[in-house]
């Protein structure tokens, strides 16, 4: 079956063809980081007109790369949600058109579903059950998974999502956004022995985060620390953006282990923004090295949001005989354990 995948939920345009016997024949992605990076966030409405610019000459160009032709297809796959409701509407109602266009059927993804089986594209992919730390700008989610669409949510954040916490702190440095990628190449100059941050919520049963407190102890750090000009010093700044990531790493770690055993599984399947963090690889690695258990993660273009893991997570639900009707459909919210399991 051939796929053609789109994702338009936030702020990066992706599209890929996936076949589910050849596996993934070309993917593209354009990124609107410069349109958003002076107001320091997505802007929602510049983030819908950019798709609209951007979608249908990415489709023209992965179509040419893939070395088919529009009418080869055998369906579309668009993310229906969670995300930006007017971004989301652009790739559905693009999606929906050409498929009718094609005569061919169409399916909402989830896009954290996506990202939960973005590893699936690579060389070794996991084999189920296992546990999914999904770790991306909007969501902080530990979640059992016995099946595509068999998920039972374990732990999830009670505030800020790991990646939001990444760019708030970023911002507190004065790194550009996004910030999250910034703030780790900023810690790699830091001293890990300098300032130990709290881990919140490690010393009380339980698999839920919280990352609120933690932005406020990095925020009166930097204030602590800003002496004459307005930001500490740059040897401090790496400092404290080391010890903030490490304070993430070691939370996400502990939450991790606890979720193996409490699952009883031995794989461990990080994805969303956050997984691309070497740091926390690292660390993940070393601690379910203990324990006999593996991790599994997609290549770093992969981690963050693309059109290939919506082509796939689209392509295995088609395969199972699942299609939407002729609705438009987009989520802003929609529950991951509310999806159908695959049969
Ligand atoms: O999955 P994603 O691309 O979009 C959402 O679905 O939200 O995740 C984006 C998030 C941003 O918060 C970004 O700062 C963070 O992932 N991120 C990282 C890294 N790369 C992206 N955070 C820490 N370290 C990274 N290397
Ligand atoms: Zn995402």
Same mark, same amino acid.
């Given at each position: 079956m051939l796929v053609l995948g789109v994702e338009t939920s936030c702020d990066e345009t992706g599209v890929a063809v996936y076949d589910s016997d050849r596996g993934l024949l070309a993917h593209r992605l354009y990124s609107q980081v410069a349109i958003h990076a002076e107001y320091g966030g997505v802007v929602p409405e510049l983030a819908s007109r950019d798709h609209i610019r951007k979608s249908l000459p990415l489709i023209e160009e992965v179509l040419a790369a893939s070395g088919i032709k529009g009418n080869d297809l055998d369906a579309i796959a668009y993310t229906a949600g969670p995300g930006l409701i007017g971004a989301l509407m652009v790739g559905a109602s693009l999606s929906r058109a050409l498929a009718f266009g094609w005569g061919i059927p169409v399916i909402g993804?989830?896009?954290?579903?996506?990202?939960?089986?973005?590893p699936m594209l690579e060389e070794k992919p996991p084999a189920f059950p296992f546990v999914a730390l999904l770790v991306s700008g909007g969501h902080t989610l530990l979640?059992?998974?016995?099946?595509i669409g068999r998920y039972s949510i374990l732990g999830e954040s009670l505030d800020d999502a790991a990646g939001e916490a990444f760019d708030k702190a970023a911002k507190m440095l004065d790194l550009p956004y996004p910030g999250g990628p910034a703030l780790a190449r900023l810690a790699e100059a830091g001293d890990i022995d300098r300032f130990r941050f709290p881990r919140p919520m490690t010393d009380r049963p339980g698999l839920d985060f919280s990352f609120s407190g933690?932005? !406020?102890f990095t925020l009166n750090t930097v204030n602590e620390h800003t002496l004459d000009g307005p930001l500490p010093e740059?040897? !401090?700044?790496?400092?404290i953006a080391c010890a903030f990531q490490e304070a993430v790493a070691q939370t996400l770690a502990i939450?991790?282990?606890?979720a193996l055993k409490q699952t009883g599984y031995k794989r461990l399947v990080i994805a969303g923004g956050v997984?691309?963090?070497?740091?926390?690889r690292q660390v993940l690695q070393?601690?379910?090295?203990?324990?006999?258990?593996s991790l599994f993660y997609a290549r770093q273009e992969f981690c963050t949001d693309n059109g290939a893991m919506i082509a796939y997570a689209g392509c295995q639900r088609l395969m199972a005989g699942q299609r939407d009707d002729d609705s438009v459909q987009v989520k802003a919210r929609w529950p991951l354990d509310t999806l159908p399991p695959l049969n």
């Open positions: 993804v989830h896009h954290m579903e996506g990202h939960l089986l973005a979640v059992g998974v016995e099946g933690l932005k !406020t740059p040897q !401090t700044m790496a400092d939450k991790c282990r606890r997984s691309a963090n070497r740091r926390l070393s601690e379910l090295a203990r324990f006999g258990a």
